[in-house]
């Protein structure tokens, strides 16, 4: 009768012991680990004396998206706050290729040799989808990734580029806290996340590469107008003399820019990241316009009206997910949406019903 059973392709037969897929002392690293999560106050505490790993723990928590983590992370932030703030803040941005990560880890690099303390942080919501540039970024910047008084970590992921971008302004205050005086945000020249990193930075820098002559075309006239210096990048071997090129003509065409507000006049300069030739320059650049902005004090008003820019777009964000993400609006959005495409019900009385529902 057992034997039977046994052979029946019904039947389950005893199998031999499975292997243990983890070994019992990885297992148990483990459950310490999650054990020894530490609280608020000390991640606070460790942030504030320089402890990287404590700032890699609390980022993370600020990118989660389980409810606990993020109270705790508000906790983080808030304690961190009064330690923040003293640093300089410079976005970068540049088409795909032109040499953004290149240009990190040699800027990077020269401005740890200066003894400054440098974290790179990234907003690009695309990163997510891709993860291309993370890979890249691990081999291109091996020299920033192992200097001791260097902190890289790559773009949150993220739905929207509002949340992506919120996680990265929240986490300068950490990098800050933490004692990184400069902090660098990188993020792709496509889109809108420009204008997000532009938002959250002292200075920003837009990185070309010298092409035939053809340098304004294809440029997007409000990423220009944004940059408070231009960099052409790769300018080394046979591109020396056009990059000379790019830059007067790059200069030209600043100048019919309206002026800025900070006073500041952008400034044209070419570089190699490879041959680091012209990186010192770029770095002259900023600080001449930190002296300036410091002066005129146009540099404390910007993080003013940035950080309420920053209270207003969470308010934003976070009212805009509840929304979306509430139980009783996503069927009835569906079905909204089905009736204007088919011109049942106009666009503004269906979106009057659905906040009317939400907000019952
Ligand atoms: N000759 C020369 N090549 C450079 C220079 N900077 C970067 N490159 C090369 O250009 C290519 C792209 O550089 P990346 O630093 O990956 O460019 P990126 O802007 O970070 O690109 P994405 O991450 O894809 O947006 C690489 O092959 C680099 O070696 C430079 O100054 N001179
Ligand atoms: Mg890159």
Redesign the pocket.
């Known amino acids: 009768m057992e034997d039977k059973k046994n052979k029946s392709a019904l039947s389950e037969i005893n199998g031999v012991n499975q292997p243990e897929s983890i070994s019992n002392t990885v297992a148990k690293n483990i459950q310490q680990f999650r054990r020894k999560q530490p609280s608020a106050t000390e991640l606070i505490d460790s942030i504030c004396s320089g402890d990287k790993i404590a700032l890699s723990r609390a980022i993370t928590l600020i990118e989660s998206t389980n409810v606990n983590h993020l109270t705790k992370a508000n906790e983080v932030i808030q304690g961190c706050l009064p330690f923040a703030n003293k640093s300089v803040r410079i976005g970068i941005t540049?088409?795909?290729?032109?040499?953004?990560?290149?240009?990190?880890?040699?800027f990077g690099k020269h401005l740890t040799s200066l003894g400054k303390k440098v974290a790179v942080l990234a907003v690009d919501p695309s990163s997510s989808i891709s993860n291309?540039?993370i890979l890249?970024?691990k081999t291109?910047m091996e020299e920033l990734v192992k200097d001791e008084n260097a902190f890289i970590r790559p773009s949150a992921s993220g739905d929207s580029l509002g949340g992506v971008a919120r996680k990265t302004r929240e986490s300068i205050i950490l990098c800050e806290a933490c004692g990184f005086d400069t902090i660098i945000i990188?993020t792709?020249?496509v889109g809108q996340s420009e204008t997000a990193v532009h938002s959250m930075v002292d200075f920003f820098l837009l990185?070309k590469i010298a092409g035939a002559g053809d340098e304004l075309q294809g440029i997007k006239r409000g990423i220009m107008e944004m940059a408070d210096t231009i960099v052409i990048?790769?300018?080394?071997?046979d591109?020396i003399s056009k990059a000379k090129l790019a830059k007067t003509e790059f200069n030209r065409a600043l100048h019919l820019f309206p002026a800025k507000k900070s006073g500041w006049v952008p400034k044209v300069t070419t570089?190699?990241?490879?041959?680091k030739e012209g990186i010192d320059d770029v770095w002259q650049i900023i600080s001449a316009y930190l002296e300036m902005a410091k002066a005129n004090v146009y540099f404390q008003v910007k993080r003013k009206e940035q950080s309420q820019f920053w209270m207003l777009e969470t308010i934003n964000e976070q009212l805009k997910t509840r929304f979306y993400s509430h139980p009783d609006i996503i069927p009835l959005l569906e079905s909204n949406k089905k009736a204007v495409q088919n011109n049942v019900i106009s666009p503004f009385a269906a979106a009057q019903i659905l906040l009317e529902h939400y907000y019952k």
């Open positions: 540049g088409v795909p290729g032109v040499g953004k990560s290149t240009f990190i880890e040699a291309g540039s890249g970024d291109r990188e792709v020249g990185l990048n790769k300018a080394d071997g591109n570089c190699s990241a490879i041959t």
